[in-house]
């Protein structure tokens, strides 16, 4: 389970004293704990969010620091830019392989025609499969992308 790995990535950046990652772990156990409670508000059951949802959660992470990224190198601060570089790789260690953009499209062209969607009203149909089937493993703005460009 990833929730298990995490945590034993936690102890295992502890005992090795990396700082970085420690601290890029800590935040990532953080923001799942959140969650959690999100979801148990939500009427979830105890046992936390599943592993697709975690998996969500970490590519916003890495793309809310790739935002970042861009920001740090408009101000001119590289320091900080290499931080956010090095939690990203840290982050992207727990997601499975990314799809290319080809897959991406082959998956889209696939699920509109398991759909049957016809225009761009059937989008959320689409994106709803894609996120069910490819979470963690699909960046969905390129999907977005790609399936208005499919849908038109």
Known sequence: MLRDSLSQALKD???AKDSRRTA???LIL???KDRDIAARTDGA???GIPDD??????????????ESIT????????????????EIAIIEGFLPKQMEEAEIKAAAEAAVA??????????????GALKGKYAG???FGKASAILKALLS
């Open 13 to 15: 950046a502890m005992k």
């Open 114 to 127: 398991e759909i049957g969607a016809q225009g761009i009203k059937d989008m959320g149909k689409v994106m």
């Open 53 to 66: 949802q975690i998996l969500s959660m970490l590519q916003t992470m890495v793309r809310q620091r790739r």
């Open 45 to 47: 059951d105890r046992t």
């Open 71 to 86: 920001m740090y190198e408009q101000g001119g601060r590289a320091d900080l830019v290499e931080q956010e570089k090095d």
């Open 30 to 32: 953080a923001a799942l």
């Open 137 to 139: 493993q699909m960046d």
């Open 24 to 26: 890029t772990l800590r």
